[in-house]
């Protein structure tokens, strides 16, 4: 009796320690071992980067209340099962068969709860109905897409009896996790779509074959390599899918059976399905390309070749690591060499090493002929706009020649009286464009100035109410999406992403900046933000009553499952790359500092201000 009575006070969740060694490249222990013990493990203790911990569901007990049905049901869909049977053991058969768990996700910040629904209607005799509650906070789409969400979630689960034992007979489709169940069981990943650029893609070589990251929610141990490929051919998210497309031909799926993995050698062959079967050479290797950086971007060990077939086996093509370098995520951020910042005297100057000392770059900007507040520098290095130093003037100028050379006309100046509501700093995409926003009250606008030069065209963002405004932006290599500041009817400043919606014709060009959402919806006030990876952004804010903070956060809206990064006092601008290689600079009050590898802040110089890689 007391070992029934300690059974039922425990968790509805076991995890099964798998000792030996499991096997390479994100897949896990194929089979069960055959002997040890079976431990209970309570959900919020589970090591998530634990890998050999697999959790199992446990059946329903006979006798079970309807609440504990429920709560055993809640338990049970968050097991390492890749098509929950034991969950669909506490549905009638009926259910069970029509419950679709991957029609979507919903996320609550501190798990559900389950207790019995208020009676509203009169209930039928042997029927019961449970309340499952919480407090949402994202929601995932049967695209894998995650999205942050606010507000009070609550469904009715309704159960009968059968054979005397409570079954629940109706119940939504999905899946409804607690926040650290939702952590473990899942990782993000980076599909990868080519952007449409319109005829801007003109202006750069393979303009046509610029890789975007769109982040997705895949499960950590279920087929990893499979599902990544078949969220890959299900096409972008519904966000960000104005602006990329994909090679693959529509309806494109994987033959049936197939349980994908890297060889020894790092090859991966795929089988599509007829219609992946159509594509031709040419789109058959930008299909290719786009399966091998997809998987590569989430795999541990290298993918050194991917091979397409059709039905029956049929060799379709087959490229390389090296054939596909032109379709390099990334390949327009640029090298990054140096660093660039303001100096003492408020002019443009460069670190180039982390041991060297800062020099003053070449050409007027480096001359302190115009005092200057904020400066941005182009992806190949070779041209930086510069704000002046009240902020009402934009320059643009070669980071090349003499301390002789003389300055150019500024292209753009704010009429705005006070500073603050001035030109914020620019940005600069990897088509060679830049970008700055005038936050006049009288006429604020976001500008794009068509390879650094030609005259400022305004970019309509429909999502922005009249009393909002732009404060700073970032504008990323691939130009199709842009990080914005933004400041709130209330104040307080929210970071938001928007996508870039090229069209029109090559010489009346129309742009627009769509959909903002926010990225960072838990800090209530954003002092600054940059980006640092292909899906990755690092944020400095804080949350309601809280100290300042810097994290790193996805495209999506979701915290990224990158290292916590160290504290550091009144930041005011953050500075990453999107090569993720190079460090992280930050503008404190202790001048610019640096965050090496696995140490904590640095100084670089005491006397300068607004660090930034180029971009």
Known sequence: MESEHRMKRQKRLRALLVLAACGTLLAGCASMPDDGSVDHVNSSHRAEADSQVRVYGVSPQKGEAPQQIVRGFLEATTSDEATFPTAREYLTRRMARAWDPFAGTTVLSNGPTARKAPRTRTVAKGSYSVEVSGSRMADVDDKHAYSPAKGNYSVVFHLAKVDGEWRIDRMPDGLVLGESDFQRIYRPINTYYYAQLGHDAESITDGQNVLVADPVYLRRRINPVTETV?????????????????????????????????????????????????????????????????????????????????PKDRDLCAQTREQVDIYQPGRLNGSARRAYFIDGNHRVAAFQRKNEKPYLVEGPLGTGQVEMGAVAVNRMESEAAAVSRGRRSLYVASLEGTASTSMDAPVLMSKAKNENDRLTAPSWDGLGDLWVADRDPENPRLLRLRGGKEKPEEVRVPDLDKDQRIESLRIASDGVRIALRVREADGHVSLQLGRVVRGGTEHKPEVTVEQLRPV????????????????????????????????????????????????????????????????????????????????????????????????
């Open 230 to 310: 078949s969220a890959l051919l299900q096409g972008p998210s519904g966000w960000i899918d104005p602006v990329v497309t994909s090679s693959f031909p529509r309806g494109t799926r994987l033959m049936r059976g197939q349980h994908l993995s890297l060889d020894d050698s790092g090859v991966l062959r795929v089988r599509l399905n007829a219609k992946g079967a159509k594509a031709g050479g040419k789109q058959c290797v930008r299909m290719a390309a786009q399966v091998l950086h997809t998987v590569q971007d989430q795999a541990s060990a290298k993918v050194s070749r991917v091979e397409l077939a059709g």
């Open 520 to 615: 960072a919806p838990q800090l209530e006030n954003v002092a600054a933000a940059s980006w640092a990876g292909g899906s990755r952004l690092v944020v400095v804010g804080r949350e309601s009553g809280s100290v300042q903070q810097l994290q790193y956060m996805e495209t999506d809206g979701s915290v990224s499952d990158q290292p916590t990064l160290p504290g550091i006092n009144d930041v005011t601008g953050v500075a990453a790359s999107e090569d993720e290689t190079k460090a992280l600079l930050a503008d404190s009050e202790d001048g610019i500092v640096r965050l090496p590898p696995d140490a904590n802040w640095k100084t670089l110089t005491e006397s300068g201000s607004a660090p930034v890689y180029p971009g």
